[in-house]
């Protein structure tokens, strides 16, 4: 058994790395799901994650906040806008069960953000995701 935002990371890591679009802006080796700091571009990270719970008595609900980075180098913001909205296309509205977990993703956010040094351009795509312990009911 697994911990709802684990589970929802790996769904989203599957899915970004499946998307034919996000694929054309960024190499499937470059969607990462490790501790990392940039070092290859452009990429993508799954970053920071939140869980929260909403039990009620017949079922195991938690609600996901999951950020994933976007980076480049360029000078400019084109480039991470593109990859930032191909990756709310291929997780808005997503659903799927992973790791015993009843999955759906809903889009937040996005935060775009320049590198002090004007090298490299960010994005910080926010989610949260409905999740269902399906293992743990009983």
Do not use: Y
């Not at 939140?50 to 480039?79: P, R, Y």
């Not at 009843?102 to 989610?127: K, N």
């Amino acid at each position: 058994m697994s911990e709802a935002s684990l589970a929802a990371q790996r769904l989203a890591v599957i899915t970004m790395r499946q998307s034919i679009a996000l694929g054309a802006l960024v190499p499937d080796a470059n969607i990462f799901d490790r501790n990392s700091r940039p070092e290859v571009f452009p990429c993508v990270i799954v970053g920071e994650g939140q869980t929260v719970g909403d039990d009620i008595d017949c079922a195991d609900l938690s609600e996901v906040f999951l950020q994933i980075h976007a980076w480049t180098k360029e000078n400019g913001m084109v480039a991470v806008k593109e990859i930032a909205g191909e990756i709310r296309r291929a997780l808005r509205r997503k659903e799927g069960v992973q790791d015993g977990f009843d999955l759906s993703f809903d889009f937040e956010d996005t935060v775009f953000l320049r590198d002090p040094s004007g090298e490299h351009s960010h994005a910080v795509i926010s989610f949260s995701v409905h999740a269902e312990d399906t293992v743990g009911v009983f």
